[in-house]
């Protein structure tokens, strides 16, 4: 079956944050103009989703009380995980989430103390920041290195700072958001050892660990080695893969008893002990009827990535587009065309009409980048890339 990723969904007017944002950035957009900013898919959703959740509806005796994970939704997630991650996992290990950055912020409350010092990659996804520094911890800030072809690891840099008593986490993006890395077997096995010889414990937010480029393999944190399985967190979710952000649905896993029963313990003191009863259907439904949707997915967003890259190099050679390995974020380097962010937002906002996420979000290092968001239709990103060239030849 073919999926319909040519439709273009209006949002504006049915409460979408992306579009609402937008809207109120630049009140004066024409009409026709879609958002490439926020995580959330331009593409109409999985079918099978919204008729399996009709069909769920439709059933005499449903309830939409208080509901608990059912069997069929953990043989669900245990099934995909072992399918698309050859990773076996005991659902014993999940703690429920409504979400991925309501789980690291609990997790960092129940596995540290005010003061301590938790370690990040940046240019990174900025609630990393807000977890840290809005729970009174110490943000250990390792910038990754730009080899100029895309992003590694400061090794020096991050085992000086794992070595800092001080530093008892390291919040982990993998694959990375923004820049797209899907880390190897090689760089994290190293990370792994560096963590374990300083007790670090390793937040491994894996949000996008579905959305692999062709060419590159994703290792999920735990099947490192027995020793890693037991000294981290590993954040996953169907949000990002199937667009089901608004489901409020996450599995949390954590091998480790005593890691697994803090975070637990402190989800519960947040209120955080049930979800969605519409979101456990609706991860059960993806995870057992959707892998072809997401192939194709998969396939476009591989496509757009490959479109920017040669627009970029044949129109505007002085955008620098790092190379997709992994999610659907791609990350520009734009600071041959503009003095400083301030500049590059008006323009992008007011005369271009591209509403993306500014680099500067993500930290320090990402002043003077742009980060897009290319799940959406190849006609709706290729207008929006023309858009960008005739703005800029405007300005010249």
């Known amino acids: 079956m073919k999926y319909d990723f040519e439709h273009v969904i209006d949002r504006s007017k049915i409460g979408s944050s992306k579009w609402a944002a937008m809207s109120k950035a630049n ?9 490439f900013s926020v995580a959330d898919m331009e ?8 008729q399996g959740l009709r069909d769920y509806l439709d059933v005499d005796q449903l309830s939409l009380g208080y509901t608990s994970p059912t069997d069929s939704y953990k043989e ?3 099934g995909w995980m072992k399918r698309r991650h050859n990773w076996d996992v005991d659902m014993s290990w999940n703690v429920l989430s409504p979400g991925v950055v309501a789980g690291f912020f609990a997790a960092i409350r129940a596995l540290s103390q005010p003061g301590d010092g938790v370690i990040i990659f940046s240019p990174v996804y900025y609630p990393f920041k807000m977890a840290i520094e809005l729970n009174d911890r110490v943000l250990t800030d390792v910038p990754l290195v ?5 992003y590694e690891i400061d090794w020096d840099a991050f085992e000086a700072a794992a070595k800092d008593a001080r530093n008892k986490l390291l919040l982990f993006c993998s694959p990375h958001n923004p820049v797209g890395r899907v880390w190897t077997r090689e760089e994290l096995d190293r990370l792994s050892a560096i963590c374990l010889a300083s007790d670090v414990t390793v937040l491994s937010d894996e949000i996008h ?4 480029m062709p060419g590159y393999q994703h290792t999920v944190y735990a099947k490192l080695s027995e020793q890693a399985e037991q000294n981290c967190v590993v954040f996953t979710a169907p949000s990002k893969t199937f667009n089901l952000a608004g489901i409020h649905t996450s599995n949390i896993l954590v091998p480790n008893q005593t890691i697994r029963e803090k975070l637990a313990q402190e989800m519960f003191k947040n209120s955080m002990f ?12 993806a995870y057992t009827q959707c892998d072809a949707w997401l192939d194709q997915v998969i396939d476009l967003i591989s496509h757009n990535a490959k479109l920017v890259e040669a627009f970029m190099a044949e129109h505007i050679p002085e955008i620098k587009v790092y190379p997709l390995e992994g999610t659907y974020l791609q990350w520009w380097d734009c600071r041959a065309l503009f003095k400083d962010d301030q500049e590059m937002e008006k323009f992008m906002k007011e005369e271009a009409y591209l509403f993306l996420d500014e680099g500067y979000l993500f930290g320090e290092t990402g002043k003077g980048f742009e980060r897009i968001n290319i799940a959406c239709p190849t006609h709706v990103l290729q207008e929006a890339l023309e858009r960008l060239n005739a703005a800029l030849k405007l300005r010249k």
């Open 146 to 150: 730009d080899t100029g072809m895309h």
């Open 43 to 50: 593409l109409k959703n999985a079918p099978e989703i919204f």
């Open 27 to 35: 009140p004066d957009i024409p009409e026709g103009i879609v958002p």
């Open 76 to 78: 669900a997630v245990k």
């Open 274 to 285: 049930t979800l969605n009863a519409l979101g456990y259907k609706a991860c059960e439904i």
């Open 209 to 212: 660990h579905d959305l692999i």
